[in-house]
């Protein structure tokens, strides 16, 4: 059974920093490209950032490039989304992904970040 476990969401105040963490089991992870969403109340599903197999291809959105860094550690069977100078506008549940090309084969349960003052 696939399973994706988020952490590391929090409150955290403007300009501040945080590492999301997903823990990954029942598939061969460093087989898998994995990606990182989020979604704000009352939006849809935004994407945030794929990293592919081995770690060495990053894509992030037009939001996330240059303050968010993903990264991977196959050996742990671990995935991270490393955010700095966050801003109120980046409040949402983050998921990590498993993917398939473009497509979602399953995604964790989220994990809360709220930027606030």
């Known amino acids: 059974e696939v399973q994706l476990v988020e952490s590391g969401g929090g409150l955290v105040q403007p300009g501040g920093s945080l590492r999301l963490s997903c823990a990954a089991s029942?598939?061969?992870?460093?087989?898998?490209?994995m990606g990182w969403y989020r979604q704000a109340p009352g939006k849809e599903l935004e994407w945030v950032s794929f990293?592919?197999?081995?770690?060495?291809?990053?894509v992030y959105s037009a939001s996330a490039k240059g303050r968010f860094t993903a990264s991977r550690d196959n050996a742990k069977q671990m995935l991270f989304l490393q955010m700095n100078n966050l801003q109120p506008e980046d409040t949402a549940v983050y998921f990590c992904?498993?993917?398939?090309?473009?497509?979602?084969?399953?995604r964790g349960q989220g994990t809360q970040v709220i930027v606030s003052s």
């Open positions: 992904a498993k993917r398939t090309g473009t497509r979602i084969d399953h």
């Open positions: 990293i592919n197999d081995d770690g060495g291809g990053k």
């Open positions: 029942g598939f061969i992870f460093k087989n898998s490209g």
